[in-house]
């Protein structure tokens, strides 16, 4: 069966620091992989997808960056912090193009 | 980009009462989910519903996709059943649009 992994549960960083949070899928191959944010506990916004190694699409724009190295490995970045960047990060996957989609348990980043 | 809008924002329930959650979308829709947020953030698939009814146990779901909309139903509500309920859309683009959300607390 499928599972989605992503870490760390809860981060706290300084203004100005680096992020890297990772999310790994296993089970399936090339699944269309996702970002989304959370910020006050509704609503959630969609970052980056990406449907192949290296393919990626950016939503919004951000102090964010995304990256998928590996075809069941996604990356969301940040060089610098900002406090504006606190929130619950959910990495997602899916199968296909609309196929039912699967969420991580999430980041929870706070930046002091 | 695709609207999805939910009602109520907020539900109060007595336990064991029944109550209807609603999702309007914009546009024709490729999927549509519906989930469950619980109090430590992490989001459980209830339905995968792009048209139709399905049901699972005391929750059951319909979406009319001629209309536009979905209907999330819970019977007998429990405790349990506490927290943010979203539906989320893919319509012609790569990926899923959430509502809101609409927040119940069940009150035992």
């Known amino acids: 069966s499928q599972t989605i992994h992503q870490w760390p549960a809860t981060l706290v960083q300084p203004v100005g620091s680096p992020l890297s949070l990772e999310c790994t899928v296993e089970?399936?191959?090339?699944?269309?992989l996702y970002w989304y944010r959370q910020a006050a506990g509704r609503g959630l916004q969609l970052l980056f997808y990406s449907v192949g190694i290296g393919q990626i699409s950016s939503e919004v724009p951000q102090n964010l960056s995304a990256s998928r190295p590996q075809d069941r490995q996604f990356i969301l970045s940040s060089k610098k912090l900002l406090l504006s960047d606190s929130g619950f990060y959910l990495c997602a996957w899916s199968v296909s193009r609309a196929g039912e989609a699967f969420f991580g348990q999430g980041t929870r980043l706070t930046v002091v | 980009g695709i609207q999805v809008e939910q009602s109520p924002p907020d539900l109060i329930l007595q336990e064991g009462a029944n109550s209807t959650l609603r999702c309007n979308f914009s546009?024709?829709?490729?999927?549509l989910q519906w989930f469950h947020q619980n109090p430590w953030g992490q989001l459980i698939n209830l339905f995968y519903?792009?048209?139709g009814t399905k049901q699972n146990g005391r929750l059951s779901a319909t979406t009319v996709a001629t209309e536009r909309y979905s209907l999330l139903y819970i019977s007998s509500s429990q405790t349990t059943d506490s927290g943010v309920y979203f539906c989320a859309v893919e319509g012609a683009g790569n990926k899923l649009t959430f509502g809101g959300g609409t927040r119940v607390l069940v009150k035992p």
């Open positions: 546009d024709s829709v490729n999927n």
């Open positions: 519903i792009p048209s």
């Open positions: 089970g399936t191959s090339n699944p269309n």
